[in-house]
């Protein structure tokens, strides 16, 4: 089965006309059934579209290996946990935060929010924002003068 067939499986799939999936990719008809036939290879920008928009696996959709649809993605915190080197307490803090209930988790993010955000006003505002400007504010010292004040 080629990229065309497994194209129109895809649109068959999902109950769609030719015209239906040209409308969801951005494309024309005819375009679609170029595709379908074979005549043409739909390019990486469209393939990607496909997969994204149908959750197709692009792996199925190019050639043919694996399953035609990807797997729901999962997180699982432990795995989570292993992969970043997580503390126990780092654990309990990241399930205790989940179990609130949205509006505190809201309260919570914009109270930490403001505790590390620079305040207005202070000297994180007043420093440099660019090398530039750095260079403006603190202009740089000839050594060769410094060495010749120092003897």
């Known amino acids: ?39 043409t290879n739909p390019s990486t920008a469209i393939i990607t579209l496909i997969c994204r928009e149908f959750n197709i696996n692009e792996e199925w959709l190019r050639y043919g290996t694996g399953d035609m649809f990807q797997e729901e993605s999962t997180f699982s915190l432990d795995e989570y946990a292993t992969a970043h080197h997580l503390t126990d307490i780092d654990i309990k803090i990241l399930r205790l935060y989940m179990e609130l209930d949205e509006t505190t988790r809201r309260n919570l993010l914009d109270m930490l929010k403001k505790a590390f955000a620079p305040e207005e006003g202070s000297a994180y505002d007043k420093a440099p924002k660019n090398p530039t400007e750095l260079e403006r504010l603190f202009p740089p010292i000839d050594i060769s003068d410094a060495d010749s004040n120092t003897g």
């Open 1 to 39: 089965m080629g990229l065309g067939e497994r194209l129109r499986k895809v649109r068959k799939a999902f109950d769609l006309t030719q015209q239906e999936l040209a409308d969801k990719i951005g494309s024309k008809r005819n375009t679609v059934a170029t595709y379908e036939m074979g005549r």
